[in-house]
C-alpha cells in the first residue's frame, strides 16, 4: 500500500460564503489533468468547510489552473454579493 500524500497547493481563497482551493492532484494520470479547482460550501458562522463539493474545474497546465482560479473567485463573490 503506498502512502497517502497531499497534493500541492497552488491557490487558497476564502470568501465569506465559499473556500475556493486550486490544487495539482498527487494522482494526476487518473484525473488526466495538470491541476483543479474545487469549490467548497462553507458552514454559515463558522471558520471550517463542511467539505461539500459545490463546483469543480479541472485545467492541463499551471498557468490555466491560476487564471482558472481567479475566475471561480470572481463567479462565487459576484454570487456572494446577490445574496446579500
Same mark, same amino acid.
Do not use: C
Given at each position: /500500500?503506498?502512502?497517502?500524500? /497531499?497534493?500541492?497547493? *497552488?491557490?487558497?481563497? %476564502?470568501?465569506? +460564503?465559499? +473556500? *475556493?482551493?486550486?490544487?495539482?492532484?498527487?494522482? =494526476?494520470?487518473? $484525473? @488526466?489533468?495538470?491541476?483543479?479547482? /474545487?469549490? $467548497?460550501?462553507?458552514?454559515? &458562522? #463558522? &471558520? =471550517?468547510? *463542511?467539505?461539500?463539493? *459545490? =463546483?469543480? !474545474?479541472?485545467?492541463?497546465?499551471?498557468?490555466?489552473? %491560476? +487564471? @482558472?482560479? %481567479? !475566475?471561480?473567485?470572481?463567479?462565487?463573490? %459576484?454570487? #456572494? &454579493?446577490?445574496?446579500?
Amino acid at each position: /500500500m503506498m502512502p497517502f500524500s /497531499m497534493p500541492t497547493r *497552488i491557490a487558497r481563497t %476564502k470568501t465569506r +460564503l465559499y +473556500l *475556493i482551493s486550486t490544487v495539482l492532484p498527487t494522482d =494526476d494520470e487518473f $484525473f @488526466g489533468t495538470r491541476a483543479e479547482t /474545487m469549490v $467548497f460550501l462553507l458552514k454559515p &458562522n #463558522e &471558520n =471550517d468547510s *463542511i467539505y461539500t463539493e *459545490i =463546483d469543480v !474545474q479541472y485545467y492541463r497546465t499551471l498557468e490555466e489552473a %491560476k +487564471l @482558472g482560479h %481567479k !475566475q471561480m473567485v470572481k463567479k462565487y463573490k %459576484k454570487m #456572494e &454579493n446577490h445574496s446579500l
